[in-house]
Nanobody, 119 residues
Framework: VQLQASGGGLVQAGGSLRLSCAAS????????MGWFRQPPGKEREFVAA??????DYADSVKGRFTISRDNAVSPVYLQMNMLKPEDTAVYYC???????????????WGKGTLVTVSS
């Protein structure tokens, strides 16, 4: 499975961005998809995941970010609203079979896309 993330950039606090992750591979529909981020100088952390009709969010983004996917083979989107400077990070698309909150469960990583939120 290959994952290609896009959509990062520079935005002011309170603004919005939408990240996209395109997955390719014959078995892509098997996987739970999601996003992690790595703020400067910190460890990689879970952001959101989607599997079928179920979604999961980190408490820090709940109510501000929305993960979506039209079907099991379509791109995965992360709509980020009310962005804060602390959301600044490199965002990574990820695919797993089991729960995604633990990064050790991630089987495939996309290249990161940088999101910078200015105050």
């Amino acid at each position: 499975v290959q994952l290609q993330a896009s959509g990062g950039g520079l935005v002011q606090a309170g603004g919005s961005l939408r990240l996209s992750c395109a997955a390719s591979g014959r078995t892509v529909s098997r996987y739970r998809m999601g996003w992690f981020r790595q703020p400067p100088g910190k460890e990689r952390e879970f952001v959101a995941a989607i599997s079928g009709g179920s979604t999961d969010y980190a408490d820090s983004v709940k109510g501000r970010f929305t993960i979506s996917r039209d079907n099991a083979v379509s791109p995965v989107y992360l709509q980020m609203n009310m962005l804060k400077p602390e959301d600044t990070a490199v965002y990574y698309c990820a695919a797993s079979i089991t729960t995604m909150r633990d990064p050790h469960n991630v089987l495939y990583w996309g290249k990161g896309t940088l999101v910078t939120v200015s105050s």
